[in-house]
């Protein structure tokens, strides 16, 4: 199983702010795309947000676009999810991930997530 330490899930109203944060062994964070992506029982897996960890832009999925942002420490091989705006079609069980690296070497594929560690949940209720 993938080296992650994943922290940060829980409870609020809609509207309010979680932050997700991700700390990942040195040989999975570096040169590599790490992001998130969630998962509620009965739905089809969905990439949140991405980025290439040396020098990319985050990539965000539609749904979540204006409302989260993600982050990275290189220093600490840590990517964060900031949650702004919650709702309550955010509710699921969130996971850190790498993700594939696309043909230039340095885009990452959203929906295509490689290696994933324990999932933490979050929960918004309206």
């Known amino acids: 199983q993938a080296q992650y330490v994943t922290s940060g899930g829980g409870s609020v109203q809609a509207g309010g702010s979680l932050r997700l944060s991700c700390e990942a062994s040195?040989?999975?964070?570096?040169?590599?795309?790490m992001g998130w992506f969630r998962q509620a029982p009965g739905k089809e897996r969905e990439g949140v947000a991405v980025?290439?960890?040396?020098?990319?832009?985050?990539v965000y999925a539609d749904s979540v676009k204006g409302r989260f942002t993600m982050s990275q420490d290189n220093a600490k091989n840590t990517v964060y999810l900031q949650m702004n705006s919650l709702k309550p079609e955010d509710t699921s069980m969130y996971y850190c991930?790498?993700?594939?690296?696309?043909?230039?070497?340095?885009?990452?594929?959203?929906?295509?997530?490689?290696?994933w560690g324990q999932g933490t949940q979050v929960t918004v209720s309206s």
């Open positions: 991930s790498s993700f594939v690296i696309g043909l230039t070497g340095a885009d990452c594929l959203l929906r295509e997530p490689v290696n």
């Open positions: 040195t040989h999975i964070f570096s040169s590599n795309c």
């Open positions: 980025i290439y960890t040396s020098g990319g832009t985050p």
